[in-house]
């Protein structure tokens, strides 16, 4: 089925303008016979192309050969008249000039063109476009009463007050504000976009709005310079399904199948060129309705419905004639139904209608309690939002539309490119528009086709296709969704639809959905998980969170090394001292005045935890207030301690004397500090003893003994205090050790 619906294209009126050298062998062939080579003649005698029409046409060879079924014909002009828009400070926005001057005449256009031309928050931009429909009371293509939708395109700009150089009295802001607006009777929106951009900028460039000559010249050039370019590939400019399918994903199908529904759609978001972009995209993904929407001005208009009829022949070679009898398009902005991309608050009257798709930057278009969209699309947050459960019910899309949207979403992102989002980065045809627009012609053709084959089998009561020789698929109405079809049965299009085709319908056109391989469950489930992940937006969603908590953890890290630093600093600074402590105890071995030991108590003994308190390294030196006979502590004895056999005597204090002369010079202030510290600390020790042994005598030591004086402990070895308790360590633990001494210092502070 492929080849019927896109079959190869031929016309018996086709007429190829080529270059002078090569018409003398090229002869034209008859649409149903096969295309031959050029320099095979053709059997029967055909007179040459005219070498004059050849050589009248221009640039020629920069051309594109395309049939004569692609071109847009049109009976009238296409260019109806420019237009100035100003929004005076006074009055707000009027119609400043129009050419033709017929155009200042029409009270439609002079009451609502304005308010189209500037939509609302256009000053939040440098420069924006708007894309409208409006009609005219004696429109340019009248038959009848019937009036004709005509479609503007504006470019708005703004300038600095104080740039002019022309000033009218009315100006009374800092800013000035006009916008440019090309009138005409198709959708040229791509064509006429670029050339609108430059005239308006060098119409500002002037600084001087009251010369207009360059807008009258644009628009007697812009008509022939339009004319050569009228293709229907020339109605797409201006389109992006890539962006479109980019932007939402999956969720463009649910939009497609709404808009074939006929429910009440709104895009709300800035800017408004692309707001308007977006439902172009849109309205291009049913077939030719781009070339149809002369009836989307107002809910009134329904010519086409009227003017159409079911076709009477087929001729699969020609895809107009494929089209026409597959019924498309559809009639989807027939009566009671309208097309506005973007709609003002002036036109908000406009939405007590039965079915409409607009576009609006105002939020109180959006709050309207009589007129509520079905679905409302923020194009700033990418969120949609449902009036009614039921509606987002019809539209879910079934495990067959979810995979095969998941392929079409994966071949545009594959070949994603942020610098032209409009162009695949591989610049292949797949992923491109003209690859995604084939895809959803098959999807809608095949789903009409479907919805015949449900009609059949409920009138024919047949449960298969092989009655009628078609090879369609039997679960075609589940893939497209049943729901969604009874729905598509209802509604106005559909009505004129089925009038205009024929039945037998899915004999042309296979009933079977476009997806290739039926999804699996995990699949199904896969695809739901994934595109539900991505609809949560969780890395935008978690990003200010993610930051917070970096932010918090950076700064309490910055705070505890800073802590670290000032322990490791008193650390190093302890140990600097102890060091020069070790250093003047080296030259002089008697100011250290070690407490001597006795065999029964080892200096490296170890201690039952519990039992001994901490003692620090040397000890600290003894206030003037304590003395070497402190009277002995109330406290219990404790335990696992030897006491010490070590009295002050008179030998021993003259020996510490006789060495303590000898050295004063070289020992100095270092010495007498030790020898204080060291007396305290012996009279506590001695202390500790009267007390533990009452009534108990010490032994007197020998005056001609000699008292052994311990070595002072190497530089960078773990000093050990007299009870055998080790000294605070260095690094980490140190910092642990000295949080301690800190912390029962403070409870001791604290009592």
């Given at each position: 089925?492929?080849?019927?619906?896109?079959?190869?294209?031929?016309?018996?009126?086709?007429?190829?303008?080529?270059?002078?050298?090569?018409?003398?062998?090229?002869?034209?062939?008859?649409?149903?016979?096969?295309?031959?080579?050029?320099?095979?003649?053709?059997?029967?005698?055909?007179?040459?192309?005219?070498?004059?029409?050849?050589?009248?046409?221009?640039?020629?060879?920069?051309k594109k050969v395309r049939p004569d079924s692609l071109i847009v014909k049109s009976d009238g002009p296409l260019i109806l008249g420019i237009a100035l828009v100003d929004f005076n400070h006074s009055v707000g926005p009027r119609v400043e000039m129009a050419h033709p001057a017929s155009l200042l005449d029409d009270k439609e256009l002079c009451t609502i063109l304005p308010f189209l031309a500037l939509p609302d928050g256009a000053h939040q931009s440098a420069e924006d476009y708007a894309y409208f429909h409006l009609t005219l009371e004696n429109g340019p293509m009248t038959s009848g009463s019937h009036p004709d939708t005509v479609f503007g395109i504006s470019c708005n700009k703004q300038i600095a007050a104080s740039d002019l150089l022309e000033k009218d009295a009315d100006v009374s802001r800092s800013t000035v504000q006009k916008a440019v607006v090309v009138l005409a009777s198709k959708p040229l929106f791509g064509l006429i976009r670029d050339r609108l951009c430059v005239v308006t900028n060098a119409l500002f460039n002037q600084r001087d709005f009251r010369d207009t000559h360059i807008l009258i010249d644009f628009a007697t050039t812009l008509e022939g310079s339009i004319k050569t370019q009228l293709t229907e590939s020339g109605l797409y400019m201006g389109t992006s399904l890539r962006e479109l399918i980019h932007k939402f994903r999956?969720?463009?199908?649910?939009?497609?199948?709404?808009?074939?529904?006929?429910?009440?759609?709104?895009?709300?978001?800035?800017?408004?060129?692309?707001?308007?972009?977006?439902?172009?995209?849109?309205?291009?993904?049913?077939?030719?309705?781009?070339?149809?929407?002369e009836d989307t001005a107002s809910p009134n208009l329904d010519r086409r419905s009227k003017d159409t009829s079911k076709p009477t022949e087929l001729r699969t070679s020609d895809r107009n004639s494929l089209m026409r009898y597959l019924g498309l398009p559809l009639n989807v902005f027939g009566k009671d139904a309208f097309f506005q991309p973007y709609l003002p608050l002036q036109q908000v009257d406009m939405l007590k209608t039965q079915s409409w798709l607009c576009g609006t930057t105002n939020t109180i278009v959006t709050q309207q309690r009589d007129s509520l969209p079905d679905v409302l699309i923020n194009i700033e947050t990418n969120t949609f939002e449902f009036k009614d459960p039921k509606i987002e019910r019809l539209v879910t899309l079934t495990p067959a539309d979810r995979k095969w949207m998941d392929d079409i979403v994966r071949d545009v992102n594959d070949g994603w490119n942020e610098s032209d989002p409009s162009r695949p980065l591989t610049m292949e045809f797949k992923g491109s528009d003209d690859y995604l627009r084939a895809k959803f012609e098959d999807y809608v053709c095949s789903a009409l086709a479907s919805v015949k084959y449900a009609d059949y089998l409920l009138k024919t009561g047949k449960t298969d296709l092989s009655a009628v020789g078609s090879t369609g698929d039997e679960n075609c109405v589940e893939n497209f969704g049943e729901a969604w079809m009874a729905a598509f049965r209802q509604t106005?299009?559909?009505?004129?639809?089925?009038?205009?085709?024929?039945?037998?319908?899915?004999?042309?056109?296979?009933?079977?959905?476009?997806?290739?391989?039926?999804?699996?469950?995990?699949?199904?489930?896969?695809?739901?998980?994934?595109?539900?992940?991505?609809?949560?937006?969780?890395?935008?969603?978690?990003?200010?969170?993610?930051?917070?908590?970096?932010?918090?953890?950076?700064?309490?890290s910055t705070g505890l090394f800073r802590a670290f630093e000032g322990v490791r600093t008193e650390v190093a600074a302890r140990l600097a001292a102890r060091q020069q402590a070790s250093a003047y105890a080296g030259s002089a071995p008697s100011a250290s005045l070690d407490p001597p030991r006795t065999p029964e108590m080892p200096s490296d003994r170890s201690v039952s935890p519990g039992t001994a308190s901490r003692t620090s390294y040397p000890p600290q030196p003894a206030t003037p207030s304590e003395g070497l006979h402190t009277p002995p502590a109330t406290s219990t004895p404790r335990r696992g301690i030897r006491p010490l056999s070590l009295v002050p005597s008179a030998t021993t204090t003259a020996s510490a004397a006789s060495v303590a002369s000898e050295t004063a010079a070289t020992a100095g202030a270092a010495?007498?500090?030790?020898?204080?510290s060291w007396g305290s600390f012996l009279a506590k020790k001695a202390a500790d003893y009267r007390k533990g042994a009452p009534g108990s005598v010490p032994p007197t030591p020998d005056a001609t003994a000699t008292t052994s004086i311990p070595p002072t402990p190497p530089p960078g070895s773990i000093p050990r205090t007299p009870s055998g308790v080790r000294s605070p360590p260095l690094g980490f633990k140190g910092a642990l050790w000295t949080f301690g001494e800190r912390a029962e210092q403070a409870d001791k502070d604290g009592k």
């Open positions: 089925m492929a080849s019927a619906i896109n079959p190869t294209l031929h016309d018996d009126d086709s007429e190829v303008s080529l270059p002078d050298a090569m018409t003398s062998t090229i002869t034209p062939v008859a649409s149903t016979a096969p295309s031959r080579p050029a320099s095979i003649p053709s059997p029967s005698p055909t007179p040459q192309l005219n070498r004059a029409s050849t050589a009248s046409s221009t640039s020629s060879l920069g999956q969720r463009t199908l649910v939009l497609l199948k709404l808009l074939m529904l006929q429910r009440k759609i709104m895009f709300f978001g800035h800017p408004v060129e692309r707001l308007c972009t977006y439902q172009y995209s849109l309205v291009s993904l049913i077939p030719n309705l781009l070339l149809t929407l106005n299009a559909y009505a004129v639809w089925n009038q205009q085709t024929d039945p037998s319908l899915f004999d042309i056109c296979e009933p079977r959905h476009p997806c290739e391989s039926k999804p699996t469950v995990i699949s199904d489930i896969g695809l739901r998980l994934a595109e539900g992940l991505h609809e949560l937006k969780v890395a935008e969603t978690v990003a200010p969170a993610r930051e917070a908590i970096s932010n918090a953890i950076s700064a309490g010495a007498k500090a030790a020898i204080s």
